[in-house]
């Protein structure tokens, strides 16, 4: 399969850990190993946070900020790229073009954020759509799509499966309420629904969970279907 993978940046390297990013590359390089070419999007996670919240403390407006977190974004694909060595494309590409190419060449793309105003969730959707991926998997510190922000409601149910239409419901409402955290955003999701793009959303915080939703198609989350 073609498979674009959205890890988290509290995901991948929650405390800058080098064994979790060299156990993300290894699980990456297996899937690779048994014919199944994969793209990469990783997000900023608590380090781009803390840099986004300390530029607001300095009076950086949200565009400034916007770019903050992507050059963090970046930075988080340059250790995957590490990891990966010459599997991988060695800068992360910057266009959805540059990323489609090094597939096409049998290269692992790793990207990080694109423009302000979208985030990795979103640019992992476009990419997806771009390659007509036939999978697209968020790796998220979450364990599904939920009914309501888990952390706020502790009985939110969540969902095994979900159709897209109903995941654009759902993340709106969720993004409706200040300060919740939805699994993917509602641009993300309302690309998944345009191109139809078959999408798990999972715990990613062990790599195995990943390789097993996509090397066995076996896993814990939710998954959304046209």
């Known amino acids: 399969m073609r498979v674009i993978v959205s890890v988290g940046g509290s995901v991948l390297a ?88 090094a597939l096409r060449r049998s290269e692992i793309p790793v990207m990080g954020g694109m423009v302000p105003g979208q985030t ?16 697209l998997v968020y790796a998220t510190s979450v364990s599904g799509v939920y009914s309501e922000d888990p952390e706020d409601n502790p009985d939110a149910k969540r969902y095994d499966e979900l159709a897209t239409t109903d995941l654009v419901d759902i993340i709106g409402d969720i993004e409706m309420n200040a300060g919740s955290n939805a699994p993917v955003d509602l641009l993300a999701a309302k690309l998944i629904q345009r191109s139809g793009t078959r999408t798990i959303v999972l715990d990613g915080t062990d790599p195995d969970d990943v390789y097993r939703a996509i090397g066995a198609s076996e896993h814990d989350g939710t998954e959304i279907v046209p």
């Open 120 to 135: 990795t969730d979103a640019v992992s959707a476009a990419l997806a759509e771009t390659v007509d991926a036939d999978l």
């Open 14 to 101: 929650p405390d800058l850990d080098s064994e979790r990013v060299r156990a993300y590359a290894d699980c990456v390089e297996t899937l690779r190993s048994a014919g199944h070419e994969i793209g990469l999007v990783v997000g900023g996670g608590r380090v781009a946070r803390e840099y986004i919240e300390t530029g607001r403390n300095l009076g950086a407006n949200e565009m400034a900020l916007d770019q903050l977190g992507i050059r963090v974004t970046r930075l988080n694909a340059r250790l995957l790229i590490a990891a990966l060595g010459e599997a991988a494309v060695p800068t992360p590409p910057e266009c959805y073009e540059t990323a489609a190419a």
